[in-house]
């Protein structure tokens, strides 16, 4: 295990309506990036947190925002769902400097 | 084109027999390079790093090609337990944080 968890595990959510996903960090990592998988297809990057500050964006539109707290957990938000938001949502804890990155268990997102 | 490119698969293997595939990038100055495997409906779990050097862990083996801009991974020994699906990533140097992840190719080892 990573040490990084996610919540929560699955959400159905209806198109238009907003979202908010939670993420703690591996001890002792303070950089977590957020990536989102849809079926069949790689992780595609979000953004990315390090000291509370986004440090990296994705090719995502602006209603996909995120926020780092003090204890270097996290969350993403999303505004006006669409239907191919859903996905799987990715997690991942990382050091500083360090390119490995440790991933928690997802969220399964569905929009309908 | 795809920044990050596998042949999805799947590769059929009998259990105990060597399998091997290739990933290709397209940014020349990508940095670092790791495979990542997933098993179905679960979280991307770190394999190894690749080097430039090639290195191996265990019946792992991954080899980079800097020239050729691919890499590889070599499975020796295959156990049922292998089967899953393996994530060829790349990190630009541009945006060290941000990992480019390849749609995957996907082993299943047979009895």
């Known amino acids: 295990e990573t040490g990084v968890t996610q919540s929560p595990t699955h959400l159905i959510k209806t198109r238009g309506q907003q979202v908010t996903l939670r993420c703690s960090s591996q001890?002792?990592?303070?950089?977590v990036s957020w990536y989102q998988q849809a079926l069949g297809q790689g992780p595609q990057f979000i953004f990315q947190y390090y000291r509370e500050e986004e440090n990296g964006r994705g090719n995502f539109p602006p209603r996909f925002s995120g926020l780092q707290f003090p204890n270097y957990s996290s969350e993403l938000n999303v505004n006006a769902l669409e239907l191919d938001d859903s996905a799987l949502y990715l997690c991942?804890?990382?050091?500083?400097?360090?390119?490995?990155?440790?991933f928690g268990p997802g969220t399964r997102l569905t929009v309908t | 084109r795809k920044e990050v490119e596998q042949d999805p698969g799947p590769f059929n293997v009998p259990e105990g027999a060597t399998v091997a595939f290739n990933c290709t990038y397209s940014?020349?100055?990508?940095?670092?390079f790791f495979w990542y495997r997933q098993d179905c409906r679960k979280e991307p779990k770190l394999l190894m790093s690749v080097y430039s050097s090639g290195n191996e862990d265990g019946r792992f083996t991954a080899q980079l090609n800097r020239a050729s801009q691919y890499i590889s991974l070599l499975i020796r020994d295959s156990k049922l337990s292998d089967s899953a699906t393996y994530l060829c990533v790349v990190t630009p140097t541009d945006s060290w944080g941000k990992l480019q992840f390849g749609a995957g190719t996907q082993v299943v080892v047979t009895p």
């Open positions: 940014n020349s100055a990508s940095q670092s």
């Open positions: 991942a804890s990382s050091l500083p400097g360090f390119h490995e990155q440790y």
């Open positions: 001890s002792g990592h303070n950089t």
